[in-house]
């Protein structure tokens, strides 16, 4: 079935780096884009950015500029997050997800990735 | 960026109840991209509802949405046990999403 599969929990000092992956499977990974959506404990869900697994295009929000890189291995089907310079405002659940462009929607999720940063 | 304000914050309702969910937008949203979710605690969101109103594939019926410009609704009718969660709004301008900050439906 279709499904995105991403890496553990992860425990970060501040200003340390994290990358997250997010694999893929039961759909063309190339098909669509991967977008990266994150929730602070108790809080809403914020978007990231996106990038384009064909390409490796990348759009990120201005929020994130200059501390995050979405990359991806076409041969693996995973898509990667990396966020840096840590701060502990960054501690939260990182969803990947994947876009259906035709109304940009996000209709399969991963299960979540909670980075803590301490 | 489009701003979406959800109301009302928390919503107590009982079982069989109907629901009525807003999400208004601080701009004009194309009805194409705006879309609401589901989640329940320790959860990822589940898409119910894209294009304003096509339900998602597997949503149940008594889930409907509507509106258009700025001001868009999620309704709920007949409340099953399984539909108390949080309901989140999501709109794409200028290739820039956001959501609205969620309306927690509680049994009451």
């Known amino acids: 079935q279709v499904q995105l599969v991403q890496s553990g929990a992860e425990v970060k000092k501040p200003g340390a780096s994290v990358k997250v992956s997010c694999k893929a499977s039961g759909y063309t990974f190339n098909g669509y884009y991967m977008d990266w959506v994150r929730q602070a404990p108790g809080q809403g869900l914020e978007w990231m950015g996106r990038?384009?697994?064909?390409?490796?295009?990348?759009n990120y929000t201005q929020k994130f500029q200059g501390r995050v890189t979405m990359t991806r291995d076409t041969s693996i089907s995973t898509a990667y997050m990396e966020l840096s310079r840590l701060r502990s405002d960054d501690t939260a659940v990182y969803y990947c997800a994947r876009l259906v462009t035709l109304y940009d929607v996000f209709d399969i999720w991963g299960q979540g990735t909670m980075v803590t940063v301490s | 960026e489009i701003v979406l304000t959800q109301s009302p914050g928390t919503l107590s309702l009982s079982p069989g109840e109907r629901a009525t969910l807003s999400c208004r937008a601080s701009?004009?949203?194309?009805?194409?991209?705006l879309a609401w979710y589901q989640q329940k605690p320790g959860q990822a969101p589940r898409l119910l509802i894209y294009?304003?109103?096509i339900r998602a594939t597997g949503i149940p019926d008594r889930f409907s949405g509507g509106g258009s410009g700025t001001d868009f609704t999620l309704t709920i009718n007949r409340l099953e046990p399984e539909d108390f969660a949080v309901y989140y709004c999501?709109?794409?301008?200028?290739?820039?999403?956001?959501f609205g900050q969620g309306t927690r439906l509680e049994i009451k």
């Open positions: 701009q004009s949203v194309s009805s194409r991209y």
């Open positions: 990038i384009n697994p064909n390409s490796g295009a990348t």
């Open positions: 999501q709109q794409c301008g200028s290739s820039v999403i956001t």
């Open positions: 294009g304003a109103s």
